[in-house]
Nanobody
């Protein structure tokens, strides 16, 4: 089992910045990547950014150039730095850890954080 603890999020004005952190503990040897997803009401959860244990990151087109995902392997933590935030970034963000076969495919369900709300006011 892997436990994920998220922190960060909150309310910010458009153009501002926020940082989300996700700390993993437990059987982390079973995971090879961590990611952030987001989900708007009535919509499917979408991948925002993913980073492998080797530090290779990929991003959704909608956040490229604005968001940066990094990791601290010593702390088993990934950090999503979100800059130039837009009102359309207002959703709940979820941390995910799993065994990924590709950017869009992971084995089983993986492990999910509890979600953190990001609200960007116009």
């Amino acid at each position: 089992q892997v436990q994920l603890v998220e922190s960060g999020g909150g309310l910010v004005q458009a153009g501002g910045s926020l940082r989300l952190s996700c700390a993993a503990s437990g059987s982390i040897f079973s995971i090879n990547a961590m990611a952030w997803y987001r989900q708007a009401p009535g919509k499917q959860r979408e991948l925002v950014a993913i980073i492998t244990t080797g530090g290779i990151a990929n991003y959704a087109d909608s956040v490229k150039g604005r968001f940066t995902l990094s990791r601290d392997n010593a702390k088993n933590t990934v950090i999503l730095q979100m800059n130039s935030l837009k009102p359309e970034d207002t959703v709940v963000y979820y941390c995910h850890a799993g065994t990924y076969r590709s950017t869009n495919y992971y084995v089983g369900t993986g492990y999910w954080g509890q979600g953190t709300q990001v609200t960007v006011s116009s």
